[in-house]
């Protein structure tokens, strides 16, 4: 039994608590802490009761509260974004690794099994991707310490540097923005990714959508593979011939595809919950902040042009 330390009761942390409540023997919530005051998460951390520890608070206290879990030796969950700057990142990743303890960013969207089916689909086809687009929307939620940028686009990068593997580093950025809230953040951003390699990366992402979205789109040369969390079938392989912009074959170009297979289970969650028990019991290597340390970077840079 895997027991943990919960540091934050909000509307994620709640979340939280209802998944690991359903994945009793294994995992066992022990302890809950809140941010403030300072003295309450900090003996959550420091308890010998906690083996490993979640940090679901606002992102300002994240790189603070994550630097303490390593302090102590805990292994630790932490939501994103870690840090908002590529110094912090790497200075934790650093640690982390010194340490030798498992720290896994939750970046939700990668344990979704529609994109694992989606990824696995990609890598059976033998054909290099060309492009990736994601789309990220919502009315909300809007956080004041936290804009857009940093809020959503973590995941919509999260994903593209998974998808380009050992190719994802050394992207060069270009963003806009729009509606920007009282402290001058873009509400609704565009951002593109340019990778050596030719591969490109668009993204959309925004609070201000009625309608909520989430898409994610890979193009090879020969097949669109597209998912889509709203929709009946949320996995689908569309062939057609990317370099001729044509249908394979005759006829016009197609639009519903082939649906791809997606298992039901687990939730998203729960897998991300389980892949780090895995961790923690040394049945997988640690996840590392490798990955941050580069999306942070990538951020950071978008978030200079778009204050520029």
């Not at 994550?66 to 650093?94: M, N």
């Not at 309608?211 to 593979?225: M, P, W």
Request: with cysteine; aromatic share 6%; glycine share 8%.
């Amino acid at each position: 039994m895997l027991r943990l330390g919960l540091i934050g009761a909000g509307r994620w942390g709640k979340v939280y608590i209802r998944t690991i409540e359903g994945m009793a023997p294994r995992l066992k919530l022990v302890r809950v802490a809140v941010s403030r005051p300072e003295n309450s998460w900090k003996e959550l951390v420091a308890s010998p009761e906690c083996d490993a520890v979640i940090i679901a608070t606002p992102a300002p206290l994240h790189a603070q509260m994550l630097r303490a879990c390593l302090e102590a030796g805990k292994p630790c969950i932490v939501e994103k974004p870690v840090c908002f700057d590529t110094a912090t990142a790497s200075a934790l990743k650093e640690q982390a690794d010194k340490a030798r303890l498992p720290v896994l960013v939750n970046y939700i969207h990668l344990y979704n099994p529609a994109y694992q089916a989606l990824k696995k689909a990609v890598a059976a086809s033998g054909k290099p991707i060309r492009g990736i687009l994601t789309e990220g929307m919502d009315f909300g939620p809007f956080r004041a310490d936290t804009g857009t940028l940093w809020d959503r686009c973590p995941h919509d990068v999260a994903l593209m540097l998974d998808l380009m593997g050992g190719a994802g580093a050394g992207a060069e950025v270009s963003a806009a923005g729009a509606f920007p809230d009282a402290e001058g953040r873009p509400e609704m951003v565009a951002l593109r990714l340019r990778w050596k390699n030719g591969v490109t990366g668009w993204i959309q992402a925004g609070r201000l959508s009625p309608q909520k979205k989430r898409t994610l789109s890979v193009i090879t040369d020969t097949a669109l593979y597209h998912f889509d969390q709203q929709a009946a079938v949320k996995c689908r392989r569309i062939p057609f011939d990317f370099p001729g912009r044509t249908a394979l074959g005759s006829g016009p170009l197609p639009k519903e595809g082939e649906p791809i297979p997606v298992p039901e289970k687990p939730a998203p969650m729960e897998a991300m919950l389980a892949a780090f028990a895995d961790q923690v019991e040394k049945k997988a290597p640690p996840a590392g902040l490798g990955l941050t340390v580069e999306l942070t970077r990538l951020l950071e840079e978008c978030d200079k042009v778009l204050r520029s």
